[in-house]
């Protein structure tokens, strides 16, 4: 046995270890790879969850500009890691409540089409009034969230910046207000969602309403080094 | 011995490691593709409740039912792809259009003023290892269900003189407000209301022809168009006489719902100066009863000698009633048909919606056949002993959880003749009787409804139409922080108000009740 052991030591010392290298290095991507792709499944399913039920919230009546239905939005998305700033005492509707603490940022909108000059929608205010005919207009803008992960996505939908907007998020003349236009991007990514006819589709009527939650997270979990994990985006239209 | 071992032994980590990866991938790739597999059903699921919700909510577009199906299939269509296009997430094969296969609208086998919408999809979600052994995608089925009550609502405007600049505003927004909702199966009714409350239109299936819509197929003329604004504000009487109307066609399998509109604040109750025993006219006053006899002479002293006020008006409905459907049996009992005509000593009593010195007269009405009032044709406070301790519709004065104070003696308001006292009392009371009117529509046991609210222009009491609406929305807002006198009862139907600045926020504030309401109505 003691022989045995000698030969061993001397002849093949670090065989194992040697052995264990080449292994490895078809393991350890392969390990690593499923970590990071499960991972990101994982989250993808939760962040997909999370916003769809937002958005099934919101069409049922939740106001998100309202510190209890944001607080049942952050309890719901607890999992994610969502985050907002706590309303100080005696305030009321917040349309943008973002901190820098979290892994989350929610957009809440509600848009409508508004359609041609002669359409119901323009002539209520006056077809010559009627700035934004044949466009998509935010009547309801609401965020909430980390405001840092800004810097990683955008809303596809825009920032809504232009329009006048009240602390419930209302979008104030938003037929007349040029600002409540969708931005030139995010207008033609509608227009290529709801106004095309393939598959069956048919373009938006006038006055139609689409309400949609987008959320982005990030995944600081799995950051490597200094560069930043790609986060997960979801957007729902209900 | 040890040699040969150690000959044999070389490399095995190495073989049996390569060999293990022969099993390991394979279930490595299983649990990816299965989690693949999973995140596209979650995006299928999604799509399909969006498109269940957009179809329930196309439920209301057209002017059959035939083409409120078509609508909502539509809506089905749209909303699914928008959410799930065609190769997204590298999907094959979706299977979605509006045939009964894939979007079934159905009435409710249990609730006749119930539809039910069910949308079905498939769509197939590529494998990327286990095509290894043959197997290249997995098909996904995702099913959702959404249904969309009938909605029975009544439209209650105020038509008082202040909104007499945004009259057709009104009208505009009133009209873009039917023609959200479907013509043949929800029904809508109008009361408009100044000093009294005409018309009363019963909530019926045909409102877009009665009362005129605005919408994306097109628009029509009716009742709504007819609305001319002036006079005072009686909310509380047009309140209770909308929801009676509800109350008659009572049908608690639908969503039931009285949206106010007002400009201001209510400044005319209706009261019945009988209580049971007496009348409470004061035995200063001129005022002479059926027998032209005053208080002082002895007049007053019976129910039969009271006069039927504002004569030549009945209180029935269906002629020029001024206080129509009162119920012919105790005061303040909601009816379920018209009552017949009767007699009943009413009057309804305008006042000043503010306080001042030169602005304090409390008047009590303008006519009223036999009297001689004190304050000459302007009648006044002082012709009275008494205030009943609640309107003709039964809504209280100082009801439990009174929004305003009000000073009672024995459930009744004594008239103190002093100016102050008494407008306060008074003032406070519309206010009260108002937020009665609106918790006795949410509380009745039978029918309980929805109370939406729209304030419009800045004369309106935000803390006060909150508490109609019982709206939760608005109880960290600074109007209901500072008073604390906001309501939340999480246990009655919980509505919403909405504040509106100028007309266009009118017309906002509207759609956003209706699409309120169509929200409710899933």
């Given at each position: 046995m003691k022989s045995f052991r000698k030969s061993t030591n001397r002849s093949e010392r670090g065989n194992e270890v040697v052995e264990f290298a080449f292994v490895a290095i078809m393991f350890v991507p392969l390990i690593l790879g499923s970590f990071m792709v499960g991972m990101n499944i994982v989250k993808s399913i939760a962040v997909n969850h999370v916003v769809r039920d937002l958005n099934n919230m919101y069409i049922h009546g939740?106001?998100?500009?309202a510190s209890t239905y944001q607080q049942l939005a952050l309890r719901l998305a607890s999992g994610v890691n969502l985050n907002a700033p706590v309303f100080p005492s005696?305030?009321?509707?917040?349309q943008a409540n973002t901190?820098?603490?979290?892994?989350g940022l929610i957009w809440v909108t509600q848009m409508m089409y508004v359609g041609t000059t002669t359409e119901p929608t323009c002539t209520a205010v006056g077809s010559n009034n009627c700035?934004?005919?044949d466009s998509f207009v935010y009547t309801q803008r609401i965020v909430f969230g980390n405001s840092a992960l800004l810097q990683q996505k955008q809303s596809t939908l825009g920032d809504a910046a232009s329009s006048t907007i009240s602390s419930s998020g209302i979008v104030r003349n938003y037929v007349t207000d040029s600002g409540a236009r969708l931005p030139s991007a995010a207008q033609a990514d509608m227009r290529g969602l709801w106004m095309n006819t393939q598959n069956g589709r048919q373009p938006l009527s006038d006055g139609q309403i689409i309400y949609a939650v987008e959320g982005y997270f990030q995944s600081p979990s799995l950051a490597v080094g200094s560069t930043p994990a790609k986060g997960v985006y979801a957007r729902y239209f209900f | 011995m040890s040699m040969l071992l150690k000959r044999k032994d070389r490399g095995v980590a190495l073989i049996v490691g390569t060999a293990a990866l022969v099993m390991i991938i394979p279930a490595v790739g299983l649990a990816i593709d299965v989690g693949y597999v999973y995140a596209v059903k979650a995006k299928l699921q999604a799509a399909v409740d969006g498109a269940a919700l957009a179809a329930a909510r196309g439920?209301?577009?057209?002017?059959?039912t035939q083409a409120q199906a078509a609508s909502a299939k539509q809506n089905a269509v749209n909303w699914f792809y928008s959410n799930l296009?065609?190769?997204?997430?590298?999907?094959?094969n979706t299977q979605m259009d509006t045939s009964n296969q894939h979007v079934l609208v159905y009435d409710d086998p249990t609730n006749p003023q119930v539809r039910n919408v069910t949308v079905t999809a498939e769509t197939s979600a590529p494998t990327w290892f286990m095509r290894w052994f043959g197997k290249d995608a997995s098909v996904i089925r995702a099913t959702s269900n959404a249904a969309r009550r009938d909605v029975v609502a009544m439209l209650v405007l105020d038509r008082s003189g202040s909104m007499g600049g945004s009259c057709s505003a009104l009208i505009d927004a009133a009209k873009q407000f039917t023609g959200q909702f479907a013509a043949g199966r929800d029904q809508i009714g109008l009361v408009t209301f100044s000093d009294g409350v005409a018309p009363v239109i019963a909530p019926s299936t045909s409102f877009q022809t009665t009362l005129g819509y605005i919408n994306a197929m097109g628009s029509g003329t009716g009742a709504l168009d007819t609305i001319k604004c002036n006079g005072s504000t009686s909310t509380a009487e047009a309140v209770s006489l909308g929801y009676n109307e509800l109350y008659k066609k009572s049908l608690p399998g639908a969503l039931n719902l009285v949206v106010v509109e007002t400009?201001?604040?209510?400044?005319t109750a209706v009261y019945n100066w009988w209580d049971g025993a007496s009348?409470?006219?004061?035995?200063?006053?001129a005022c002479k009863d059926a027998n032209n006899k005053t208080r002082a002479a002895g007049?007053?002293?019976?129910?039969?000698?009271?006069r039927q006020w504002?004569?030549?008006?009945?209180?029935?409905?269906?002629?020029?009633?001024?206080?129509?459907?009162?119920?012919?049996?105790?005061?303040g009992s909601v009816s379920t048909s018209d009552p017949p005509a009767r007699t009943m000593t009413v009057l309804r009593n305008p006042i000043q919606t503010s306080h001042a010195t030169s602005n304090n007269t409390v008047n009590i009405t303008s006519t009223a056949p036999g009297c001689t009032f004190a304050g000459g044709t302007?009648?006044?406070?002082?012709?009275?002993?008494w205030m009943p301790s609640a309107d003709v519709y039964g809504n209280?004065?100082?009801?439990?959880?009174?929004?305003a104070p009000v000073t009672t003696t024995n459930g009744k308001i004594a008239v103190t003749r002093n100016t102050n006292t008494d407008w306060t009392n008074i003032h406070n009371a519309a206010l009260n009787v108002t937020d009665n009117a609106a918790y006795r529509a949410r509380t009745n046991p039978t029918l309980p409804v929805y109370v939406f609210t729209i304030g419009f222009s800045?004369?309106?009491?935000n803390v006060l139409l909150q508490r109609m609406a019982?709206?939760?929305?608005?109880?960290?807002s600074p109007d209901c922080v500072n008073s604390g006198a906001c309501s939340n009862y999480a246990d009655q139907p919980q509505g919403r108000y909405v504040h509106a600045a100028n007309t266009q926020e009118l017309m906002q504030a509207f759609l956003s009740l209706s699409s309120e309401v169509l929200r409710l109505s899933r």
């Open positions: 939740a106001d998100f500009s005696g305030t009321g509707n917040v901190g820098n603490t979290g892994d700035a934004n005919h | 439920l209301s577009l057209g002017q059959t296009p065609p190769n997204d997430w590298a999907t094959k400009d201001g604040l209510p400044n009348y409470g006219i004061s035995a200063t006053s007049g007053w002293a019976t129910a039969s000698s009271g504002f004569g030549g008006q009945n209180l029935s409905s269906g002629g020029s009633s001024f206080i129509p459907n009162i119920s012919a049996g105790t005061t302007s009648s006044s406070i002082a012709d009275f002993a209280a004065i100082n009801p439990t959880s009174a929004y800045n004369a309106v009491d019982n709206d939760p929305g608005w109880l960290t």
